[in-house]
């Protein structure tokens, strides 16, 4: 019997078999949790439902976080399938493009700045609030991904690092907000993972190199291997940990300086 045998888990961003959703998906829907999905635009449609049928799941509802309607319209259908939610995995974030690329300050705008902070940060606590009454009392479990671009300034990544910074914040005050009644909240700080969101990061490819060479691990991470992760943080393995950014990213968040030596 799998670890999450008897929970129900609401997955969403799903956009691709590489989306690190899928990973999580994957790794659930294998410790017997139940699934539920959404997607973004009718575009994603078909794909996500696809995804959903090989997870033996039939429920997938729209849900795009930039439209109050459609999160509170989200949780009033899923309310139809569920009388309660135990996990809730947010894997979403967006910037505009021209503000991932070049120096921070040069696709700065008002504009970049709300968008990407709305999308990525805002949402997180919009879902958590709307999932609240379903998720009460039952030891449930939210999980957002966040990037290393939070805490250093890393090259490109630029206004999304600041919007991961507000979103790793939101994760400690939802995890002292909803300690009280059973559900905790965390992050997983994964490393870089070629995915469509990644493609958007100008010199993605390069920095995935630079990972490959430098990591402890000497490679970059896989789905899977969020995925794994994500499974345990939201199962009752995890009852004790709550507002912590895991890092799973082959060690590279804990090194000083990289390129300098053989770093053996
Ligand atoms: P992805 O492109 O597969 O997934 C991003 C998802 O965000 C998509 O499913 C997209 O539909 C969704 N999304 C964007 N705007 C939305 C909106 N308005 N409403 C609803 N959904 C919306 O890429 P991914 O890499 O799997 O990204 C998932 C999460 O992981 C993101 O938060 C990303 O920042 C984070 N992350 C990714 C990496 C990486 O290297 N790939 C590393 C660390 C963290």
Redesign the pocket.
Known sequence: MGFLQGKRALI?????Q????NGIAEAMRREGAELAFTY?SDK?KSRVEDAAAEYGSNIVIP????EDAQIEACFAELGKHWDGLDILVH????APREAIEGGYLDGLTRENFRIAHD??AYSLSALAKAARPMMSGRNGSILT???LGAERALANYNVMGVAKAALEASVRYLALNLGPEGTRVNAIS?G??K????AGIANFRKMLGHVESYAPMRRSVTIEDVGNVAAFLCSDLAAGVTGEITYVDAGYNILGMTGVGDEH
């Open positions: 969403t961003g799903i956009a691709s590489r989306s690190i959703a973004q994603l849900l795009d976080v930039a894997s979403i974030g967006f999308i990525s991904l966040t990037y994964a870089p993972i995915t469509l969101a990644a």
